[in-house]
Nanobody, 123 residues
Framework: VQTLVESGGGLVQAGDSLRLSCAASGSTFSRYTMGWFRQAPDKEREFVAAISWLRNMTRYADSVKGRFTISRDNAKNTVYLQMNSPKPEDTAIYFC????????????????WGQGTQVTVSS
């Protein structure tokens, strides 16, 4: 079981950049898929991006492809989400999560979750 703590959220203008971080504690971080999800008010939690533990293969939601980049630093037990050219519709609470599966896009396939960090994009 891992503890995940997100940071880096805040208020950003549309077109600017923001980088979220998620620090993990516990064993074998390097052997987990790490994912980012988000949840806007009155909406269901949705998949954003995931990165595998093997060869850092990535997967993105169509809505963020080409704008967001997920990466990981196993030496620091940290996963990142670089948000470039954010849009107002990206406003949500962003969660990181870990999974033993290969980059799932379904929330229930993730085993541990952080508390989330709020991202607000103004127009």
């Amino acid at each position: 079981v891992q503890t995940l703590v997100e940071s880096g959220g805040g208020l950003v203008q549309a077109g600017d950049s923001l980088r979220l971080s998620c620090a993990a504690s516990g064993s074998t971080f390097s052997r987990y898929t790490m994912g980012w999800f988000r949840q806007a008010p009155d909406k269901e939690r949705e998949f954003v991006a995931a990165i595998s533990w093997l060869r850092n293969m990535t997967r993105y939601a169509d809505s963020v492809k080409g704008r967001f980049t997920i990466s990981r630093d196993n030496a620091k037990n940290t996963v990142y989400l670089q948000m470039n050219s954010p849009k107002p519709e990206d406003t949500a609470i962003y969660f990181c999560a870990s999974s033993t599966r290969d980059r799932p896009a379904i929330a229930w396939m993730y085993d541990a979750w952080g508390q989330g960090t709020q991202v607000t994009v103004s127009s």
